[in-house]
Every structure is written in structure tokens, then in C-alpha cells.
T-cell receptor, first 113, second 113 residues
Framework: AQSVTQPDIHITVSEGASLELRCNYS??????LFWYVQSPGQGLQLLLK??????LVQGIKGFEAEFKRSQSSFNLRKPSVHWSDAAEYFC???????????FGTGTKLQVIP | DGGITQSPKYLFRKEGQNVTLSCEQN?????MYWYRQDPGQGLRLIYY???????QKGDIAEGYSVSREKKESFPLTVTSAQKNPTAFYLC????????????FGPGTRLLVL
């Protein structure tokens, strides 16, 4: 079955530290992959997406993600976290055609001063 | 500015009452979606519409109904048959249902009195 997994429910980092949020998918081919961010009480905003080509994808707000086919992963990274990055992050998966987008269960990021 | 609006921001439902959540978009998108978000469960698809006057059930359609009479509008009715309606409801749209990037509204929080 096609699925996307975010193993970390909650992550705490210090401001200025680096960040990596994990996302793993299960699918026989290369899917379309996304990272969205949600601030409390708000809708989701697209950070970045991967369809094909360069496996290192740059997004907004200084985020990047790397697609690794061998590990079925699409981890989100940021070199230096800001307090405003505190939010919930969702990885999402789309297999193409008229299939629906499947969202992971989210990782809540807390940033401490 | 193009975008998606949802109203109201908060909605209170009494037992046995039907309530309707509004979703409007001016992005000229064909496809629209309704998701339910509960803590720790990510986003679950309730209904989606690929085109005007057409819609399909998602994963958790029981107790909900929708209509798509206009391209811009996709209201969701939470009926009295939905026994646990307390959640955060998100509306989204995409250029077409074959287009994977979804744009989200700010959400409506539904609470039961």
C-alpha cells in the first residue's frame, strides 16, 4: 500500500541549531513529494515539492529537502532554525493521475531560545 | 489577491443540528477538497470535487455532504449524523485534480455545545 510516514511526532531544537525532519514513503515508483507547514490555527502552506530531476530541492523560508530513492526518504532540513519556525510540518505524497494526496501525521517543531 | 477563504473561523454546533462551512476560492482552480484535521492524525480527506457539479467521497465522508454548484464555491455541511464533529476543517484547491499542489484556506474550527 502507498503511504507516507513521519516518525517523529514532536521535535525540540534550540534557536540557531540545525534541523532535520524525517519523511519516509512506501511506493513502487518515484512519487511526487511535498512538505507543508502549518502555524497554529492556520491552514497549510507549501514549503517545497519534488517531482523529478535534482534530488536536492530548495524551498521557501530557507528550507531544503533531499530525495533519496535508496532510502525512500524525503527529509526536510534547515541549517539554522529561527523561533518563527515553530509550527507543525507535514510531508505529503502523490502517486500521480487522479489519486489523492496522502498526508503524513505531522511533526510538531518547538524552538527554544 | 488570489486565495481561499473559509468562514466562519469558529463554529458552534448544537446536538442534532446541521451546520455549513463555507469555502470560496478565486484562483480559478477546477479541483477543491475538504479535509478534517484531528490532533495526531494528520489530514483526512472528506470530499473532493474535480469539476463543477461533480464530487466524490473521500476517506471519511460519512456524516458530511457537499455541493459544487459554482467553480468558486465548495460548501461542506456537517450533518447530525456526524457524531464526533469537533475538529479543524480545511478546504483546499488545485488547478485540476491531476495537479498535485494544493492551496489551503485558513480553516474553520467546529465545536459542539
Amino acid at each position: 500500500a502507498q503511504s507516507v510516514t513521519q516518525p517523529d511526532i514532536h521535535i525540540t531544537v534550540s534557536e540557531g541549531a540545525s534541523l532535520e525532519l524525517r519523511c519516509n514513503y512506501s511506493y513502487g515508483a518515484t512519487p511526487y513529494l511535498f512538505w507543508y507547514v502549518q502555524s497554529p490555527g492556520q491552514g497549510l502552506q507549501l514549503l517545497l515539492k519534488y517531482f523529478s530531476g535534482d534530488t536536492l530541492v530548495q524551498g521557501i523560508k530557507g528550507f531544503e529537502a533531499e530525495f533519496k530513492r535508496s532510502q525512500s526518504s524525503f527529509n526536510l532540513r534547515k541549517p539554522s532554525v529561527h523561533w518563527s519556525d515553530a509550527a507543525e510540518y507535514f510531508c505529503a505524497f502523490y502517486s500521480g493521475g487522479y489519486q489523492k494526496v496522502t498526508f503524513g501525521t505531522g511533526t510538531k517543531l518547538q524552538v527554544i531560545p | 489577491d488570489g486565495g481561499i477563504t473559509q468562514s466562519p473561523k469558529y463554529l458552534f454546533r448544537k446536538e442534532g443540528q446541521n451546520v455549513t462551512l463555507s469555502c470560496e476560492q478565486n484562483l480559478n482552480h477546477d479541483a477543491m477538497y475538504w479535509y478534517r484535521q484531528d490532533p495526531g492524525q494528520g489530514l483526512r480527506l472528506i470530499y473532493y470535487s474535480q469539476i463543477v457539479n461533480d464530487f466524490q467521497k473521500g476517506d471519511i465522508a460519512e456524516g458530511y455532504s457537499v455541493s459544487r454548484e459554482k467553480k468558486e464555491s465548495f460548501p461542506l455541511t456537517v450533518t447530525s449524523a456526524q457524531k464526533n464533529p469537533t475538529a479543524f476543517y480545511l478546504c483546499a484547491s488545485s488547478i485540476s485534480s491531476g495537479q498535485e499542489t494544493q492551496y489551503f484556506g485558513p480553516g474553520t474550527r467546529l465545536l459542539v455545545l
